[in-house]
C-alpha cells in the first residue's frame, strides 16, 4: 500500500476533478503492476496496473488507495470493479472508502460477490490525507484551502469573481471540478479567508472520516 500511496503522491495537483489513486498489484511478493491516476482524471490507476501486470494479475493481491469504482460516467465502460473480476484477482486491499455516500461500498459489494477477498482500512489515514480536497468536495460542496507557497500540488489558485462571496466562489470552483485550492500566504485574500473560517488547517479534513468497514 506504500507504494500504491507513493505513486497516487506523484500525481498530487494533476488529477482533477478526480481523486489521485495509487494501485500496485502484487504476485509471489514482486509488484508486477503499478500505477496511478492519469492526467485530467483518466485513465483509472487500476486500469492501467492491470494493462501492465496482464497475465500475472489473475490469483494476484491488489492495493488501491481508495475503493475501485462501481460504473463509470461513461456507462459504456467498463468500471474497475469490472476490470479486477474478469483479470481474476485474488484479494482486493483498500486504504479509503468511497466518500460518496450512494456510491460507498459498491465496489466492494460487487467484488465479494463475484469470490474476491476484499480487505479494508490499512493506512486510511494516509489515503484520506491524500485526497482531502475530493473528501472536502464530497462532503461539504467546496473544495480544500490551503495557505501555501508551493502551488505544484493544487488544482488552482483562488479566485474571486465579480460581485461573488467566498462561499459562492469555492461552490464554483467545486463546481468546476477543483478540490484542491491555494491561497498564497501573507495576502489580504489570504487574511479575509481566515477571519470567514474559510482555511482548512487540519489536513485530514473536518468530518472526513467514516467507518473502516470489514
Known sequence: M????????????????????????????????????????????????????????EGA??????????????????SCTQLLLEARVRRVVIAAPDPHVLAGGEGVLRLRAGGVIVEEGLLAEAAIRLNVGFFTVVRLGRP????????????????????ESFEEALARMARNGLT??????????????????????????????GPVRR
Open 144 to 163: 480544500f484551502v490551503a495557505v501555501d507557497g508551493d502551488a505544484s500540488r493544487y488544482d488552482g489558485d483562488f479566485e474571486l469573481g465579480f460581485r
Open 2 to 57: 506504500g507504494a500504491a500511496l507513493a505513486a497516487a503522491a506523484g500525481r498530487l495537483g494533476r488529477t482533477a476533478p478526480n481523486p489521485t489513486v495509487g494501485c500496485a498489484i502484487v504476485q509471489a511478493c514482486d509488484i508486477v503492476g503499478l500505477a496511478a491516476t492519469g492526467a485530467g482524471g483518466r485513465p483509472h490507476a487500476e486500469d492501467q496496473a492491470l494493462a501492465a501486470a496482464g497475465p500475472r494479475a
Open 180 to 209: 484542491r485550492v491555494r491561497v498564497a500566504p501573507g495576502t489580504p485574500l489570504a487574511a479575509a479567508l481566515a477571519d470567514r473560517g474559510l482555511i482548512d488547517h487540519d489536513a485530514t479534513g473536518p468530518q472526513l472520516h
Open 61 to 78: 493481491d491488489v492495493f488501491v488507495t481508495l475503493e475501485p469504482c462501481a460504473r463509470r460516467s461513461d456507462a459504456s465502460a467498463r
